[in-house]
């Protein structure tokens, strides 16, 4: 045993040597002082382990649980969510990813996970199942709000960003500040089958290392995350919780990962019968289960349910002790970097009590009932990580309620502005009316806060920032469907007679309104986690709401607030401006009335594409080129809104693009352009570097994201933006390997994927 204790020490002072050099070249500071704290909490984990009993090394294994083990100073690893705020009541509300995936500015999401961090550790969580590294390329999938975008660049940059500001950069990393990220769900849980959440998908590699493999390896390389969560589907067959080819052979030996893998929940009995929708059938058991998950590299079991059965399978000899303590050290080196170890206490039962409670679990089948019994007992009485008595002072800090306001702002995107109707003056306004179920809801998205400390919808926001000169009144217009709450997913019917007296009470108020604000959209009722959709345009009667709304002759300002694009062509066709709010946090409302207004610009960008109808699913921009009918019979193909698209109120001009050479192997060239505000008022524009290569061995998609600034200008104001172009950015996957061919790359750079405002060429040579 002592032997297999060192091997495992050894091979893991290899692994963090490797991973911490090319995480320190990222982070440019604290390589050896990364290695030495590592060597060290390797070092005390191993020896940790000698004293450990069967039963205590399980319980190490058993997320959301209570795993801290007193008599030896361990402590509790206390773990949650906080995928756009700590779903703890009180806690900042920030965006949902999704709407920070339109702000295309990492460095904000760096900022708004470090406050996410602090308030974590201040309410006594160490480890984040955030954030979501899916790569969306399906919109009828509900989870598409948990998701930065449809781009691998896009999730990349903002899931490195993220991390780093959860775990810390440099020597702050795993500071008292900070908690360990969990990326999830590895891997390309983006485009299930049909758009239905966990559903299985077949994809060669090819698809997997370009498009969904890569935000999940710079989280490993550049970002050093401390755990990883698989994903609830199967690629190709297999189930991503016993896949040891992603997370042994990808995630381990070729990316170095030297952290632990944590499992979402239910999925490892989901490899036999569980789970609660149904299970694989993979395997015969749970225990099984239980063995496959493990052996595959699941170190950690989110509540723990299964994993306590493993006690069996070492009895039986079905499973080695060894992979147990190899898991083990694994969560105990982690917990000793963020945590610590603390003092050992006598109290508890010592490891001749444990040992005799070791045949009892495991000639008890169930398991369950026992560790209930022995936790209840004190045997592993650890209560979850306690609040800091500064706890409140933290989560209430006025600087992170900036932040939140900030990242709103940040995030809106101006969809349509026919006839420059937005911003509106208030002094032209003597009434505004506002309508939609949407507008006087608190609607946060899904893993939101618990209970905010408060939230403004839309129409307190439209108050507030018009004040007293305006009046703003508010009509409901129509109702929301509600879901049943049998998982069902059947929608219950809105009541006819009630709907025609809200629309009436609305058209009624319309009559002396000035102008009109439709709020419309959907809620974390209608969309979200096993809540997808076979119909991406408005539910309920909210386009009948609109279209009323449009009939009275008044201007109308729709507002989109939801966490996934609403697919509407009549509102487009027919709405003279239109304001994309994906899910805003606590400050949703004020940030929408301050673009309405003026008092900000939206300068977001869609961090997806907006299908026209279900039937273009799936459809994102970087597809392969067409060779055939560029429409559907009778119908366009293009999209409503395409990725990377958005308005401003004011311009941009984009001039004096710079090649400065060709590409060479280990030669990056870099690729300029000057950027004019040429309006007549302050705004940011997403400047994108979009790539295609003709006539390589595998046919590419007609452009690829390769890079991305958000950049603000005052009017007038010029500013030089520049581009890396590399092996990095025109390299494909054939033949199990990375590579790049001779020949002639076109450069596109544009204020969207469909807006390309400069092109060029560069040469790749071999030489």
């Known amino acids: 045993m002592k032997n297999k204790l060192i091997i495992i020490l050894s091979v893991f002072l290899l692994n963090i040597s490797i991973t911490f050099s090319t995480l320190a070249q990222s982070n440019g500071t604290g390589k050896d002082i990364l290695v030495q704290r590592e060597a060290s909490a390797a070092k005390k984990a191993a020896e940790l382990l000698k004293k450990m ?97 449809e ?51 077949e994809f060669s590699e090819r698809v997997l290392r370009e498009i969904y493999m890569p935000p999940f390896e710079a989280a490993v390389k550049e970002a050093g995350t401390r755990s990883i969560m698989p994903a609830h589907h199967a690629i190709n067959g297999v189930p991503c919780h016993g896949n040891s080819w992603t997370l042994q052979q990808v995630l381990r030996d070729e990316w170095k990962f030297n952290g632990f893998v944590t499992s979402d929940m239910d999925d490892i009995s989901k490899l036999s019968t569980g789970g609660g929708f149904g299970g694989y059938k993979y395997v015969k058991d749970t225990l099984e289960s239980c063995i496959m998950a493990i052996k595959a590299g699941v170190d950690m079991e989110l509540v723990g349910r299964q994993y306590k059965k493993l006690t069996i399978a070492v009895k039986d000899s079905r499973l080695s002790v060894d992979i147990i303590n190899l898991a083990a050290e694994r969560v105990l080196r982690s917990k000793i970097l963020l945590l610590g170890l603390s003092e050992p206490s006598v109290v508890n039962q010592t490891p001749t009590d444990k040992n005799a409670t070791a045949d009892a679990i495991a000639n008890y089948k169930g398991g369950d009932d026992v560790w209930a019994k022995l936790i209840a007992d004190g045997k592993f009485d650890t209560p979850l990580s306690e609040r800091r008595s500064d706890w409140k002072q933290i989560v209430c800090d006025p600087s992170h309620d900036t932040l939140a306001l900030k990242a709103a702002q940040r995030s809106l995107v101006l969809l349509k502005n026919k006839n420059n109707l937005l911003p509106l003056n208030k002094s032209k306004i003597k009434k505004l009316l506002v309508v939609g179920p949407i507008a006087n809801l608190t609607n946060l998205g899904g893993y939101s806060t618990g209970k905010p400390r408060f939230y403004i919808n839309v129409v307190d926001g439209l108050r507030s920032v018009t004040g007293n000169g305006v009046t703003v009144v508010y009509a409901e217009g129509c109702g929301l469907p509600s879901s049943q709450s049998d998982w069902s997913r059947v929608a219950a019917p809105l009541n006819i007679k009630n709907e025609n007296n809200l629309l009436a009470k609305a058209v009624a108020e319309a009559a002396s309104a000035d102008v009109i604000v439709a709020v419309v959209g959907h809620s974390r009722k209608h969309l979200g986690e096993n809540l997808d959709r076979d119909d991406l345009g408005l539910i309920g009667n909210q386009e009948i709401l609109v279209k009323a709304m449009q009939a009275t002759g008044k201007p109308v300002v729709v507002v989109f607030n939801c966490g996934a694009p609403i697919s509407s062509p009549w509102i487009e066709e027919n709405m003279p401006a239109i304001l994309q709010a994906f899910y805003g946090g606590q400050f949703t409302g004020t940030a929408i009335a301050q673009a309405i207004f003026g008092d900000i610009n939206p300068g977001g960008k869609m961090p997806i594409t907006t299908p026209r109808n279900v039937g273009q699913v ?62 007549n008022r302050e705004g940011d524009e997403v400047v994108q570097l979009y790539i295609h290569q003709d006539y390589t061995s595998l046919v590419r998609p007609v452009k ?64």
């Not at 090394?57 to 100073?73: A, D, E, W």
């Not at 708004?112 to 954030?131: D, H, L």
């Not at 429409?631 to 990725?643: A, D, E, L, Q, R």
């Not at 280990?666 to 309006?679: C, I």
Request: include cysteine.
């Open 53 to 149: 009993t069967l039963e205590e090394k399980i319980l190490q294994l058993l997320s959301y649980n209570s795993n801290g083990i007193p008599r030896l100073g361990i402590p509790n690893m206390a773990s949650g969510e906080a995928l756009h705020g700590v779903v703890s009541d009180g806690c900042t509300s920030f965006p949902q990813s999704i709407a920070l995936g339109a702000t295309f500015d990492p460095t904000l999401l760096k900022e708004i996970a470090k406050v996410i961090a602090m308030e974590a550790r201040a309410v006594g969580m160490a480890q984040s199942f955030s954030p979501m590294l899916a790569v969306s390329r399906d919109t009828r999938w509900g989870r598409i709000e948990e998701s930065y975008g």
């Open 151 to 201: 781009d691998p660049l896009l999730v990349t940059n903002m899931g490195v960003a993220y991390i780093n500001g959860l775990q810390g950069e440099g020597t702050d990393r795993f500071s008292k500040d900070h908690i360990f990220a969990t990326p999830k769900h590895f891997v390309a849980d983006g485009e299930p089958w049909a758009g239905m959440n966990g559903e299985g998908s």
């Open 618 to 679: 799936p459809c994102y921009y970087n597809h392969f080129p067409l060779t055939g009918p560029v429409n559907y019979y009778g119908s366009k193909s293009t999209p409503i809104y395409p990725f990377g698209y958005g308005l401003s109120y004011t311009t941009f001009k984009y001039s004096d693009l710079k090649i400065l050479a060709p590409i060479h192997p280990n030669q990056p060239t870099t690729v300029s352009l000057l950027l004019e505000n040429t309006g």
């Open 704 to 767: 690829e994201l390769k890079g991305f600034q958000r950049i603000t200008l005052k009017a007038g104001e010029k500013q030089l933006v520049s581009f890396p172009i590399g092996f990095e950015q025109i390299k494909f996957w054939k033949d199990n390997t990375w590579r790049a061919e001779p020949g002639t790359i076109q450069i596109m750079l544009g204020s969207s994927s469909d807006d390309i405002r400069l092109k060029g060429k560069v040469e790749f040579t071999a030489k």
